[in-house]
Nanobody
Framework: QVQLVESGGGLVQAGGSLRLSCAAS????????LGWFRQAPGKQRELVAA???????ISGDSVKGRFTISRDNANNTVYLQMNSLKPEDTAVYYC????????????????WGQGTQVTVSS
C-alpha cells in the first residue's frame, strides 16, 4: 500500500512558478513509476508528466519546456517544477503511482493522492 500526499499548490500570477511535492509512504517507493495529472472543471484528466523508476520522463504537449518532473528516492518524494505558468494551467493537480510505467493511461495507476489546487491568474 502506498499513500501519496501532495503539497505546494496555490495562487500565482501568469508567468510565475510553483513547485509541487508529493510525499509517499512505503519502503518500495523507488520501484514505482510516478505521474502528475491535472483536471480542470468540465475537462478530462490529463497527463502532465510521468517518470519511470529509472528516471526517464515524459511530458504532456501543453507543458513541454515549462514543467519538469523529478524524484528523490531517498526522501520518497516526487516533484513537479512548473515555470512560465499560464491561466490555462489552472486545475487540481494529482500525484499517482504505479508498479509499472503507465504513461498517460491514468486509469491504470494504482495509487492516487488527494490533489492540490493550482490557480493561475491573468
Amino acid at each position: 500500500q502506498v499513500q501519496l500526499v501532495e503539497s505546494g499548490g496555490g495562487l500565482v500570477q501568469a508567468g510565475g512558478s510553483l513547485r509541487l511535492s508529493c510525499a509517499a509512504s512505503g519502503r518500495t517507493f523507488s520501484s514505482y513509476a510516478l505521474g502528475w495529472f491535472r483536471q480542470a472543471p468540465g475537462k478530462q484528466r490529463e497527463l502532465v508528466a510521468a517518470i519511470t523508476s529509472g528516471g526517464s520522463t515524459i511530458s504532456g504537449d501543453s507543458v513541454k519546456g515549462r514543467f519538469t518532473i523529478s524524484r528523490d528516492n531517498a526522501n520518497n518524494t516526487v516533484y513537479l517544477q512548473m515555470n512560465s505558468l499560464k491561466p490555462e494551467d489552472t486545475a487540481v493537480y494529482y500525484c499517482a503511482a504505479s508498479r509499472s510505467f503507465r504513461g498517460s493511461n491514468w486509469s491504470a495507476y494504482d495509487y492516487w493522492g488527494q490533489g492540490t489546487q493550482v490557480t493561475v491568474s491573468s
